[in-house]
């Protein structure tokens, strides 16, 4: 399963169309060069054999070669001196690029991050939500099918379990790579001759006591496939230590652009809808801090939760009765200064009939401060605000992971545009005509046509085509000689300038696109341009602002159309 989502085999045979292209450019070069490892470990056991050779020959043959024994056959010596001769490098290179070749494909086999139902799970919710908005399905009209999506949404939002997964993939992927180029760098040293062993593997060559000398035909080519295959490794290693960055939520780098795009949203009511730590060294502790927390405190806090599930410990009465709700305890604690108040008044009733006007005198005293006592008291119960638990950033949400890996496969331009459709701000289908900023040139005769702001998300679309010349405004007059281009102004790019002619009528049709393609189709605009224009040039100047013969024309559509109704009365 983990082969089929990073190579999409499904969707590319038209199997399996509900799904993401999960796998970004990185996760693929991964397992490409995983591969390459394990072509070269089989390519070097096919060329050795499962057994390293080895030729010896008696020493006198090293000065010359007119010894009569140089020319016999030393096949079975060289057997009895294959444990001797050989280093350990010698005898398990081979074997060695083919158990690391299985060890990093193999990992791909576990279900921590590729392969995991949990992780296509939240893939699977994410399309649902999608599909359906891109496609515009009369169905996300629904207030039902919206409150589903916004539960979805929190979800993904409130959740870390992707990023958590995948980080502990490429971890683990990325110590395995360390400890394979440690040990293929150690063995391709001991196949150089440079002198360098540090191991201390390397033989001298001789066997049985200096009689004979040994070589290895293969050593050469242990050397040149371990510089190789090092290579590959140290490539393989920036790879996944690159994933393990982007899982680090540093926003703006390593791929997490869409966490810089997030923190600039905001609400109606101008507070940010997302909460994201845009503080690079905050995020490193907080990260610190849950690594430090999932290594030392949650195995003591899960082996805590099993003793009380396998003592079956369960609260008891006396636990129960301590969790009285504030309700009951503010209630308990004026019945009680009910009471007192009650035993104070009887005190006083029967302090004794000695003097009837000493009598009234106290009592005249001891009732304002029986009064003033309740107030008081009020005063001190006033009401306390409940304090709240501060959002949590969420830099290494499920939602924000699952954009920024798209990125990689969709127009990083559609998914800005899927954001306004699950927030409450404005997109790019409120863009209008600005009758105010455009402007007819008297001088020329020509309509220099200005479109207002979106707002936030066309400064974001702005910033993501910022090297391909931002947004781009296309569109087309339609009037009594046809269809009329437009032209681009040199002040501002997306102004539409068209050549028209005085007293025409012209609809515009435009749209907004980005790198070559529609991204929102623009409300189609009419005007009527004046017949003559001396009364506004007088007015405004050489350039007339659109807004002028815009209001005339419709104070002459008013005046025409009171007309005709005092015709027909």
Not at 315 to 328: V, W
Not at 506 to 516: N, Q
Request: aromatic share 10%.
């Amino acid at each position: 399963m983990a082969f089929l989502d990073i190579l999409n085999i499904p969707g590319l045979l038209g199997t399996d169309l509900h799904s993401f292209k999960r796998a970004n450019i990185y996760d693929k070069i991964d397992l490409g060069l995983a591969g390459v490892v394990g072509i070269i470990g089989v390519v070097v056991l096919i060329l050795n054999g499962f057994s390293t050779p080895i030729t010896c020959v008696p020493t006198s043959c090293e000065s010359t070669n007119t010894n009569p024994n140089c020319a016999l056959d030393w096949t079975y010596q060289s057997g009895l001196c294959k444990g001797e001769v050989q280093s350990f490098p010698d005898a398990s290179f081979h074997y060695l690029l083919v158990i690391f070749a299985l060890l990093l494909v193999g990992l791909l086999t576990v279900p921590i991050y590729w392969g995991s139902n949990a992780s296509k799970e939240l893939f699977d919710n994410f399309y649902y939500i999608w599909a359906k908005l891109k496609n515009g399905d009369e169905e996300c009209k629904d207030v039902e099918w919206k409150r589903r999506m916004h539960f979805v949404l929190d979800q993904l939002k409130s959740g870390n379990s992707l990023t958590t997964r995948y980080a502990l993939y490429h971890g683990v992927a990325l110590v395995l790579d360390l400890v394979a180029l440690v040990v293929v760098g150690l063995y391709t040293l001991n196949f150089t001759d440079l002198g360098l062993d540090p191991l201390g593997l390397a033989t001298d060559g001789s066997c049985s006591n200096g009689a004979f000398t040994c070589n290895i035909p293969n050593r050469n080519l242990f050397k040149w496939f371990g510089v190789l295959t090092s290579l590959v490794l140290v490539g393989k290693a920036i790879v996944n230590l690159k994933c393990l960055l982007f899982s680090l939520g540093l926003p703006g780098l390593f791929g997490r652009n869409f966490l810089i795009y997030a923190n600039q949203l905001n609400d109606n009511s101008g507070e940010g809808i997302y909460n994201i730590q845009t503080n690079p060294i905050m995020v490193l502790l907080q990260t610190l801090l849950v690594v430090l927390k999932l290594i030392f405190i949650a195995p003591i806090q899960w082996l805590v939760a099993f003793c009380k599930f396998y003592a079956r410990k369960t609260d008891g009465p006396k636990e129960i009765i301590k969790r009285l709700s504030a309700t009951n305890i503010r209630a308990e604690q004026k019945e009680t200064k009910k009471v007192e108040k009650e035993a104070k008044a009887l005190e006083t009733e029967a302090s004794g009939d000695d003097d009837a006007a000493v009598k009234k005198g106290d009592a005249k005293k001891e009732k304002p401060k029986e009064i003033e006592k309740p107030k008081e008291e009020e005063k001190k119960e006033e009401p306390v605000s409940t304090p709240l638990i501060a959002r949590p950033a969420q830099n290494w949400s499920d939602l924000f992971f699952i954009i920024d890996i798209l990125s990689y496969n969709i127009d990083p331009c559609d998914l800005i545009l899927f954001m306004t459709k699950i927030n409450p701000v404005p997109g790019l289908e409120n863009k209008k005509v600005s009758v105010d900023i455009s402007y007819l040139d008297t001088a020329t005769t020509t309509m220099v046509v200005s479109h207002t702001d979106a707002g936030v998300i066309e400064g974001l679309l702005d910033t993501e085509l910022a090297t391909e010349g931002g947004l781009q405004i296309v569109g087309w007059l339609e009037g009594p000689t046809g269809i009329m281009w437009s032209q681009k102004t040199q002040d501002n790019p997306k102004n539409l300038a068209f050549a028209v002619s005085l007293g025409s009528t012209y609809e515009l049709v435009s749209a907004v696109y980005g790198r070559g393609r529609m991204l929102a189709r623009l409300q189609n605009f009419t005007f009527q341009c004046p017949q003559d224009t001396k009364k506004q040039m007088k007015k405004y100047g050489q350039n007339i602002p659109l807004s002028a013969f815009i209001s005339q024309s419709l104070f002459q559509k008013f005046s025409s159309d009171q007309g005709s109704q005092q015709k027909n009365e």
